[in-house]
RNA sequence: GUCCCCAUCGUCUAGCCCGGUUAGGACACCACCCUUUCACGGUGAGAACAGGGGUUCGAAUCCCCUUGGGGACGCCA
């Protein structure tokens, strides 16, 4: 199915990518699926004191890492291109030709302004209902320096690409009537205009900037979120399905979303919300996929202890792996929540450790182990557990006593996977070697 | 300062348009249960209609004011 609606996300790529431009990407993305539209990717480089290329392709690899794939963008072609704005000089010249056939353009201090009509505009906003705005002043179209201005460029690219739908933050509503001023000077359809409520910072007064903690996608892709995560989260933030379904891949969010359900108050940014969703598409991850993205993630660290674990036999890390996707929250954790399967240096937490000797004699606890293990079958976890039984009854003591120590012995930790889970996967030799090398 | 937008638990929200709900869900927090630890999971608790006026038999819902929050006022985008 395909419609006539035409959207457009117009990142500058002057910083790094932020929340607040995933958000209005995605939104604008969701609206092309659902309408069968297509997604526009322009980009607004037109400030070249602030443009680098390294931003450019920071926006690339943020949006496919999103999974926002666009129908027309600068590397991805389409009918209305160029899509950078500083390969689109010559259209400018044209539409600025016919702009100042109207008659409402004038040169001061050698920048070209534009007169506005004094008139009160009125903006249907898809979101907010009618706007009413009057601009004040006059405004710049072209500076000094011949180069034209964000509000002529922006209204004349969503004029020339047909742009019928104009999603953006609730940050342009004020310049709104400006554009409105533009495309009624050159005569063209009017978009429908649909400002987004801002997402504000977590902490503290304001809209999230880059500067805030949290605010760049690129942090999150760092820390082994799942992108799937950061799409159902960033979704939910001015947009509701209405009923109560939370976690939803993708394609639903698109079949049910539309702009009547989105909410008109800013948001308040939650990293809490996010890593339970996050959490929520781990434990849901295939095993395989889990493993992908930790091998990944380790890759991206590079550390001494990343490299040694990815250096490991690949069968005994996946292993590890299924133990541990259950317990995490997040793949930035499998690095510290499993270092000891890759070494014997592994530290060991104070606090643990003072907690489990206070209960008892660990050492005692530990030789009785070393001792009772050394002819049991590590093949199962039934097979432990049944030889750890065996011991906790000779000795009168229940399991609970030797689990605590045990899992001190060989991890240094008093969390981690299931205890006989963690002494097969380990092995009987490593098991053995550092229930022996363990001094309480 | 001027203009514009917004207003339900701490947070995201359902309910509002088309007045009648014990104002529902999720995150977070707390308690308990599950349990070999830690998580997960389960159960439960606390937690909101910003305030004031109207309209109405009846207002979270409609109207106005106040307050509060946010944004814009660039030869940035």
Same mark, same amino acid.
């Given at each position: 199915m395909s419609s006539h609606v035409r959207v457009r996300f117009a990142p500058s790529p002057t910083g790094f990518f932020h929340i607040g431009s995933a958000r209005t990407a995605l939104f604008n993305w969701l609206y092309a699926r659902h309408t069968g539209g297509a997604f526009i990717l322009r980009i607004e480089d037109t400030d070249e004191a602030r443009n680098n290329p390294a931003y450019l392709q920071l926006i690339y690899d943020s949006l496919r890492w999103l999974?926002?794939?666009?129908?027309?963008?600068?590397?991805?072609?389409g009918s209305f291109g160029p899509y950078l704005q500083s390969q689109r000089g010559a259209i400018y010249q044209d539409y600025l030709e016919k702009l100042k056939a109207t008659g409402r353009t004038y040169e001061k201090e050698g920048a070209l302004f534009f007169r506005i009509s004094g008139e009160t505009q009125v903006i249907n906003d898809a979101i907010r209902g009618p706007v009413e705005r009057k601009e004040e002043k006059d405004f710049v179209v072209v500076r000094s320096n011949g180069t034209p201005i964000f509000h002529l460029t922006n209204v004349i690219d969503d004029i020339a690409m047909e742009v019928t739908h104009v999603i953006r933050g609730e940050d342009h509503l004020s310049n709104t009537s400006k554009h409105v001023e533009l495309v009624k000077a050159f005569g063209a359809p009017m978009p429908i205009y649909a400002h987004l409520p801002l997402i504000l910072k977590q902490n503290g007064p304001g809209k999230m900037s880059k500067r805030d903690q949290g605010a760049l996608v690129e942090d999150y892709r760092k820390r082994g979120y799942f992108?799937? &995560?950061? #799409?159902?989260?960033?979704?939910?933030?001015?947009w509701s399905p209405k009923d109560d379904t939370e976690k939803m891949p993708l394609e639903?969010?698109?079949?049910?979303?539309?702009?009547?359900?989105?909410?008109?108050?800013n948001v308040r940014f939650d990293e809490k919300k996010l890593?339970?969703?996050?959490?929520?598409?781990?434990?849901?991850?295939? &095993?395989? #996929?889990?493993l992908a993205r930790v091998r990944a993630h380790f890759q991206l660290v590079g550390s001494a202890e990343a490299t040694r674990a990815l250096n490991a036999d690949s069968a005994y890390f996946r292993e590890i792996m299924a133990l541990t996707q259950p317990k995490v929250k997040t793949i930035e954790e499998v690095l510290a929540y499993t270092g000891y399967f890759f070494t014997d240096e592994f530290p060991v937490d104070p606090k643990a450790r003072d907690k489990i000797l206070a209960?008892?004699?660990?050492?005692?606890r530990v030789r009785e182990l070393s001792e009772g293990l050394a002819s049991a079958d590590f093949s199962s976890d039934q097979s432990i557990e049944q030889a750890v039984q065996s011991i906790a009854s000779a000795h009168n003591l229940t399991l609970s006593d030797y689990v605590h120590a045990g899992r001190l012995a060989?991890?240094?930790?008093?969390?981690?996977?299931s205890f006989y889970s963690l002494y097969r996967v380990l092995g009987k030799e490593r098991v053995m070697q550092r229930l022996g090398a363990f001094r309480a």
């Open positions: 999974g926002l794939n666009w129908d027309e963008g600068p590397d991805a072609g992108p799937e &995560a950061l #799409d159902n989260f960033l979704a939910l933030l001015g639903e969010v698109a079949r049910r979303f539309d702009i009547p359900g989105i909410n008109k108050s890593a339970h969703m996050n959490m929520l598409y781990l434990l849901g991850a295939p &095993a395989d #996929d889990f209960k008892g004699d660990a050492a005692a060989v991890s240094g930790t008093n969390v981690g996977p």
